[in-house]
């Protein structure tokens, strides 16, 4: 409760206790107190105006305090909704970047599992392979280049050929 309210209500409550000790007052002094009587009456007639509007305008003031915690409470909770939402993208980001670490991490257990063999071969063992790898290249290297030789001396000799009936053909 709000404390103008409740100083409001003592307020009324002592001048009706005011009222009805200076009604007494009067009994006692003159018997026909009927002024004082309408005087009394009229100060609680007064005070219960009084506390009824402080009442009133507490309930009206408590009711607007109640809606602006409402709304302001509503608009705490959609901030947090949208919090929420962005931590739940933010985590299922980091599950598929951690599912792709995962992936990896087999694709590079695999590879090292073909290569364990090899490296713990012995050195005599990768000697022997590199030299049959490289006798592999250079036959395939001599292949090739008298695969290429053979073809330019025959294009050659195509074209002296066809150069030669070029010339027999612009002299007729």
């Known amino acids: 409760m709000d404390i103008g309210f409740i100083t409001q209500i003592f307020l009324g409550i002592s001048a ?18 009927y002024k004082t009587l309408v005087l009394i009456i009229g100060l609680c007639a007064v005070s219960i105006i ?11 003031k408590l009711n607007k305090t109640i ?11 959609c901030e947090i ?8 993208r933010y985590i299922e980001e980091q599950n598929i ?27 005599s ?7 049959i ?3 592999d290249i250079s036959e395939h290297i001599l292949r090739e280049r008298l695969v290429g030789a053979f073809i330019g001396i025959l294009g050659l000799l195509l074209v002296v050929v066809f150069m030669n009936i070029l010339k027999i053909h612009l002299k007729k």
């Not at 009706?16 to 107190?33: D, E, H, P, Q, T």
């Not at 809606?67 to 909770?77: D, M, P, T, V």
């Open 81 to 88: 909704d949208g919090s929420v939402s962005k931590l739940q």
């Open 97 to 123: 970047l951690l599912s792709q670490a995962k992936e990896t991490i087999s694709r590079l257990e695999k590879r090292k599992k073909e290569l364990v063999p090899l490296v713990n071969t012995d050195d």
């Open 16 to 33: 009706l206790i005011m009222a009805v000790s200076a009604f007494y007052k009067s009994m006692n002094i003159n018997k026909k107190g």
């Open 125 to 131: 063992t990768i000697d022997i392979v590199a030299k």
């Open 50 to 60: 009084l506390a009824s509007a402080a009442i009133y305008f507490s309930a009206l």
């Open 67 to 77: 809606k602006g915690h409402i709304l302001e409470k509503r608009k705490e909770l």
């Open 133 to 135: 790898h490289e006798n």
